[in-house]
Structures are given as C-alpha cells and as structure tokens.
C-alpha cells in the first residue's frame, strides 16, 4: 500500500499548480516583483501564489498567464486549481451555513452510487445512523466547530439521505471497527437504540456489515473513516477536513485497504454476537 496520505495527495495538487505559475513567470523572463507589478498586486502576494502558500483564484490565474502572455493556459490551470481545491475542504467552510445544505448538497452523489464500500474507525457511518444518534453527533461537531447551530433541519437531512439504504438499486458493504459499537456519540436510550437498528439493517439483502473485533490481528492498521462511492470517488473524514479523491490509482489503494480490513471483519452471527455485548454493556 502506498505511504502517502490523502492530505499529502493535497498538497501535492496544490504544489503542482503553484509549480506551474513558477514556470509561466520564469518562462516569460519576470521576477516575482516584475510579475506583481504588471498583476497590480502587492509583491508578497505573487510570492504566496507560487511558493503555494496562497490558493490563487480564478481571477489569480487569469491575470497571473495574462501577464506573463500564456493567457491560452489559463483555463487548463483553473482547472487544475480548482480540482486541488476541492481535494482539501475544511470543515468549517462546508458548514459555514450549518450542516443541513451539505447533506442535501451530496444526495445526487448517494443517488447515482450504486456501491458504497464503508470505513467507520470512530462513528457509525451517516446512512445507518438513527435520528438521535444523528443528534448527538452532529451537537458535539457543532459545538466544536463553532459553526451555525442547524442541527435539528441537519438531522432531518441527513435521515433523508438515508433513503437509499431502502429504496433505489444501491449496495452497501460497511466495515466497524468494533470500538465503534461502544463509544457513547448518545445517551444510553439512543446508544440502544441505534445498535438495535445496525442488527435490524444487516439483514437486508442489500446490507453487508461487517465488525472488525478489538482482538483481530492487524494486517491493516486502522485508518480515518472512508467512504468510497463505486470506483470513482473516496471521501475520507479527517478532524478538520474532509479530502476527496478521484485520482484511479488513490482510489484503488483505498479499495485495495477495503479488502484487507473486510478480512479481518466477522459477519453473520458473530457480529452480531458484538453487538449484542455493546449493547449488555449500556447496562
């Protein structure tokens, strides 16, 4: 499995746009000061553009390959640009409006997946998680952030988003570590609930769950959530950001861990033995 992290992936993308801009200004003979003064900016801001310390936006680029007579690479560039941007996403700019918008904004992406292949190292995953659940999550992550408190309408979006667990032609292969079965994310009435509802949803046909327990042996060490959405897309959940992969070979290594980690996973009756111990163990 490759060493490098989706953030580092990132970074990288970001790095290559700015490696770009470098080139066109050196390409056309101008210092950073030169390049500054034809793009009316101070002289740190070209600085910060190409040494990668500042997203250069549209309009950036667009007066940065004007000035340096490579206007017919500008629309390749924003391109690029705007595809590193969207590989690094804080948080707290996907909920700068709350939480709600975010959810209804990904219901196309949940519709048109056919195969969701889940990775939950530290909550349930979204699309199997009861309102108060949901409740409790979604309180502490507001609370965090410091971000608009919409939880209430977020709640809501989030459980009709869900639908596809139950409606459409979608199927779900979901992997807990078994940790997850046992954090407290509710009280112990939502906490009972929601493990009651992981028992009733592994039996539909559609439903593979699988629970890795505390005692496997490792041939993959735990990673951060992951969500791949067929073989196009993985969205990995870090503290402050979510990171969006589409690049093939990222997406296979992904898979590739998927594999590994649905090894060690029991499935059937013997997580369901797990979860029935979380449950004993609310009191």
Not at 41 to 65: E, L, M
Not at 99 to 104: K, L, S, T
Not at 134 to 151: E, K, N, S
Not at 218 to 236: G, K, M, S
Request: charged fraction near 25%; include cysteine; charge should be positive.
């Amino acid at each position: 499995m490759s060493s490098s992290s989706p953030l580092s992936s990132a970074q990288a993308a970001r790095a290559a746009v700015a490696s770009r801009l470098h080139g066109l200004m050196k390409d056309a003979g101008l210092s950073g000061h030169e390049l500054a003064v034809r793009c009316g900016w101070h002289k740190s801001k070209s600085s910060r553009i190409a040494r990668g310390r500042t997203p250069p936006s549209d309009a950036d680029i667009r007066v940065w390959c004007a000035a340096c007579g490579a206007e017919d690479q500008a629309s390749d560039l924003i391109a690029a640009s705007r595809n590193a941007e969207s590989m690094y996403v804080e948080w707290k700019q996907i909920h700068r409006d709350g939480m709600r918008r975010v959810h209804e904004m990904t219901v196309p992406l949940y519709q048109r997946t056919r195969t969701f292949r889940v990775y939950a190292s530290n909550v349930v995953p979204g699309m199997l998680q009861t309102a108060a659940y949901t409740t409790g999550l979604l309180r502490a992550i507001t609370d965090f952030q410091g971000t608009p408190d919409d939880v209430a309408e977020a709640v809501k979006a989030r459980q009709a988003r869900s639908r596809v667990v139950e409606e459409g032609d979608h199927r779900f292969a979901l992997l807990l570590e078994e940790t997850v079965l046992h954090y407290r994310i509710s009280d112990d009435a939502a906490m009972a609930e929601q493990l009651n509802h992981l028992l009733t949803v592994m039996s539909r046909p559609n439903v593979s769950l699988g629970v890795i327990p505390a005692t496997a042996r490792r041939t993959v060490w735990p990673l951060e959530a992951f969500y791949a959405f067929d073989d196009r897309h993985v969205a990995v959940e870090t503290l402050t950001a979510e990171i969006n992969l589409t690049s093939p070979g990222e997406i296979r290594n992904y898979l590739r861990a998927f594999s590994g980690l649905s090894r060690m996973a029991v499935h059937g009756t013997q997580a369901r033995t797990l979860l029935r111990k979380a449950l004993n163990a609310l009191g």
